[in-house]
């Protein structure tokens, strides 16, 4: 064996790492960590896997079988991300410009508490106009610098802290039934509630910034997944019309995310149509989808974009939804969960002690 031989091996086993962890239930943050950058991971996965057959001579078995799993890994990664790419079926219907009862748009912001560039954020809202306005991560001055924005958003929701985990909710329509709730841990807040269209329609909100599995935040994705799973059951049971959206601290493509869905039946509109990318505005090359707005599949979509960047570490999200309950006949909810998945999710919010 020659030294390139042994680069390129030592290489690959390294590579393999990522996709084993990921594959596992294991819900220390280093692990869950892997489920984050999937895309990365494909693409390094590629570039070994070329250097991988330019190295090998493939005259023994150990050459064929690192190609292989380099190539299971490969397969394995490409399979969880490719629903968010236009090579799929969009899960979420296109509005097509008739029979219109009620539309909504939303605009989600993780402003990062030490940003002081207000004027960023403040602009993006008077350009695209959103009817609801969540920021994260605001503390009071926050509160005080979006503090203009009451003559347009008469409808708050205030919550300012100082632990990266302060919230706040504007609306231009009605908001009733508020609630506050700290579902999983004393210090970490989320808002549920309904919001009344203009044609009257009373929609359930659901908005979430719950704890990321990080050295620096929570030794596992416990409390995380508890928090997302809970309210996904919920929702389920609920049966009405939701939207829930925030910084979930989650990629779309995680076990936990994806059995939020089943759980709770509400719909991607990312599917089929990219990844929207929101997180880590400062490294082009390692950015995933943080920022989520889910709804009932009574919800077609008008309009999905990323904002600029207001000098946070997150681009603020922008969705714009028309109420059309006919578009239930046409729009399949995710598969529902399985007996394993329901006892996997069971356990997950018990070991997070809801309140």
Request: contains cysteine; proline residues 5%; glycine residues 4%.
């Amino acid at each position: 064996m020659n030294i390139s031989e042994i680069i390129i091996t030592i290489i690959s086993l390294i590579m393999l790492v990522p996709t084993i962890a990921s594959m596992t239930k294991f819900d220390q943050w280093w692990v869950r960590g892997f489920d984050f950058p999937r895309i990365q991971i494909s693409v390094l996965t590629v570039i070994v896997l070329i250097f991988a057959i330019i190295t090998y001579s493939f005259d023994v078995v150990w050459h064929l079988i690192i190609l292989g799993l380099l190539l299971t890994s490969f397969f394995y990664q490409t399979i969880k991300i490719l629903p968010y790419t236009i090579f799929s079926k969009k899960q979420v219907l296109a509005y097509q410009k008739k029979n219109s009862v009620g539309t909504i748009s939303i605009l989600v912001s993780n402003v990062l508490k030490t940003n002081r560039n207000s004027e960023k954020l403040i602009s993006h809202v008077y350009k695209n106009q959103p009817d609801l306005l969540l920021t994260l991560e605001t503390d009071c001055y926050w509160e005080n610098e979006l503090k203009e924005l009451e003559i347009d958003y008469p409808f708050t929701v205030k919550i300012p802290k100082d632990n990266f985990y302060g919230m706040h909710l504007f609306s231009k329509l009605q908001l009733e039934e508020i609630e506050v709730k700290y579902i999983i841990e004393s210090d970490i807040p989320s808002i549920h509630g309904y919001v009344r269209l203009e044609n009257g329609q009373k929609i359930k909100i659901h908005c979430l910034h719950p704890k990321p599995p990080s050295p620096t935040e929570n030794d596992t994705s416990t409390n995380r997944d508890a928090e997302l799973l809970l309210v996904g059951k919920e929702v389920k049971k609920d049966q009405e019309s939701v939207l829930l959206f925030g910084d979930l601290n989650d990629v779309a493509w995680s076990r936990t995310t994806q059995l939020f869905q089943k759980l709770s039946g509400l719909m991607d509109p990312r599917i089929g149509r990219g990844f929207f990318n929101t997180f880590n505005v400062g490294y082009a090359f390692l950015r995933w989808p943080l920022d989520h707005v889910f709804h009932t599949n009574d919800f077609t979509l008008i309009e999905l974009k990323r904002l600029k960047s207001i000098d946070s570490d997150h681009f603020p999200m922008f969705i714009k939804l028309n109420y059309e309950p006919r578009a239930e006949n046409m729009q399949d909810e995710p598969e529902e969960a399985n007996g394993d998945e329901k006892d996997w999710a069971n356990e997950k919010i018990a070991n997070g002690k809801p309140k």
